[in-house]
Structure formats: C-alpha cells, structure tokens
C-alpha cells in the first residue's frame, strides 16, 4: 500500500496555529517572524553549507532594521527548556545512559535508554536518531515521548567517539563533521541489535529519525531487512538502486518549503512505488525543514502534531 499526500487539513491553517496557544505563555517567535531569506540561510548554516561568520555576514544584509544579524541567529537557535514535554526526572520513566558496542562503527557507543517505570510483559522497541548535532536534550525528550507511548526507546550519540555532545548547538555541528560517514551507519545498525537483545524489549524494533537522522532510517531500512517500521522526517533519500533491498514499512515526513530535501523525493517515489514498497508519505504545506523540533522557530505545531500523531498510529500498528 502507498499512499502520497499533501496535508490540506484544516488543522494546519494559520488561524488554528494561533489559536492553539496559551495566551498566558511568553509569544515565542515563529517560522512567519523571519523573512525566507533568513530561514534560507540559517537552513544552510545548520546543515554546514557556510559558516557562522557567512551567515552574519549575509544575514545582516536581510535584516530588518535595529535587529543585528547576531539577534537573529540568537532568535533562531534552539531553546531546550522551551521544547522539554516530559520531565527529565518523570516518575512515571526510567531512564539511563547505556553503552553498547559498535565494533565496525565508533567502537563503543552511549545512548539514552527510556521505558515505562511500571508494565507488565516486554514492549517493542524504537531508535531514536538525532540531528547533525548528536544526542541533545531536544532527542533526549523525544525518546521520553515515545517510551511514554509504550516503547523502549534508545536515542544513540554518534558523537561519543570524539567526546559525546558537547552541551552546545555549534560545538556540536562542528563536531559532527569530523566524523567517519560510512563508520556512523554502524553505529545505529548496532543500536538496533542492542534493542533486539535487551531483556525488557520484544525483539521487534522500529526507527525514528529527523534529518540527518530522517536519512540514516532510511540508510537501516535498506540495510536492515528486519526492521519492523521506519519513519524518516525530512531525511535524505538512498540511491535509487538500493530501495528494491527495503523490507520494512516506511513512513516518510517531509516540508512543504524545504526544496533542498523535497527535490529527492520524486526520484525515491518512483523507486519505491517500481520496488513495491509499503510506504505512507505526507507532505506539510507551508511547514519548513525541521518543523517537528519544538525548541526552533522553525516548529510547526499543526503538522508537527499531525505528523507526530501519524507517526505513533504507525508504530502501533506495525511494532505491537
């Protein structure tokens, strides 16, 4: 079954967004306080395109008038404690850090583990998979979401051979482009067999990702033909000829605005509808690149919350 859609509901519209938020809260800024051109050049920034220099240098050229181009990359980085759902020290999680061997990949990898405090019975297990920025506390607070939702979520660190994340955004971007491309991949095949292993999981794992992450669900789908449901959000898209080896139901995410992502969609639509895979597609108009993370601008909260529902629903029906 496929299925490809622009998302027309109603729930997205613009007045439904601000209609949804406590008047008692702080405004937080969104995608519409920014100017494209902005947005623009921040996507390029924090995909490493240019450096932070180019984007104060360009961005100050944009601006509006009293706002430095410093102000706006301040606006536009993430706020951890804005975005947190789930408490850290929720008495209703049980959470650790875990290593777990990685032999072709980084050696020894730290994750995030998070499951329910109390169940009966073993649960399926989900991998959660980061940005270009490692394992932040934003990834941390996802993999508590889905362990909420009754899973073991795992949210591994392809940072921990250079030192793990390194507590700041731009540390953390630099980093991740130091690191072995081909090595990365193992590291979350790993993650998967650490899941199927783990004593309070059924063996049936499924994988999450957002950007780089959205990607590497797409790289296991491939790689691994036992993953029971991947879904990528706004993720790089594998070479055509590789999607005749994916086995796993897929469930791919993408922003109405975010051109440098969308322009591999056609191409992977046509592979995989030509391979036959089982695959749902949704894409969110007006939404842009990384509208599901809840600590930028950039969220989106009528298609975060529609896509973060779709994306549970699937899991439901394929891990449990």
Request: glycine share 8%; net charge negative; with cysteine.
């Amino acid at each position: 079954m496929t299925q490809n859609t622009k998302n027309s509901n109603p729930e997205n519209s613009r007045a439904e967004r601000s209609s949804t938020r406590n008047s008692k809260e702080p405004t937080r800024k969104t995608a519409r306080d920014f100017s494209p051109a902005v947005l623009d050049l921040f996507d390029k920034y924090v995909h490493g395109d240019i450096s932070r220099r180019d984007f104060l240098d360009r961005a100050a050229a944009v601006a509006v008038a009293g706002v430095s181009a410093a102000a706006l990359l301040e606006s536009l980085s993430p706020d951890f404690a804005a975005g947190e759902r789930i408490a850290k020290d929720d008495a209703r999680l049980k959470t650790s850090y875990v290593m777990y061997d990685s032999p072709q990949g980084g050696g020894s990898i730290k994750a995030y583990l998070a499951e329910p405090a109390s169940r009966s019975g073993k649960l399926p297990g989900v991998v959660v998979i980061h940005e270009n920025r490692g394992l932040n506390p934003h990834i941390e607070d996802i993999a508590r979401r889905i362990a909420l939702d009754g899973y073991v979520a795992l949210a591994p660190d392809a940072l921990t051979p250079l030192g793990g994340y390194p507590g700041n955004e731009d540390d953390a971007r630099a980093l991740f482009g130091k690191l072995d491309r081909d090595k990365i991949v193992y590291d979350f095949l790993d993650a998967v067999d650490y899941l199927e292993r783990y004593d309070g999981c059924t063996g049936r794992v499924g994988a999450v990702g957002f950007c780089f992450g959205g990607g590497m669900v797409n790289q296991l789908a491939v790689r691994r033909p036992d993953l029971a449901a991947g879904v990528a959000f706004y993720g790089a898209q594998p070479a055509a000829d590789d999607v005749p080896k994916i086995k796993a139901p897929l469930m791919l995410h993408y922003a109405g605005l975010d051109e440098r992502v969308d322009a591999g969609w056609p191409a992977y639509r046509a592979a995989l509808d030509k391979a036959g895979v089982e695959y749902l597609a949704y894409t969110y108009d007006g939404a842009n690149h990384g509208f599901n993370n809840d600590t930028t601008p950039r969220y989106d909260e009528a298609a975060a919350s529609l896509a973060w529902q779709r994306t549970m629903d699937f899991f439901a029906k394929h891990l449990r």
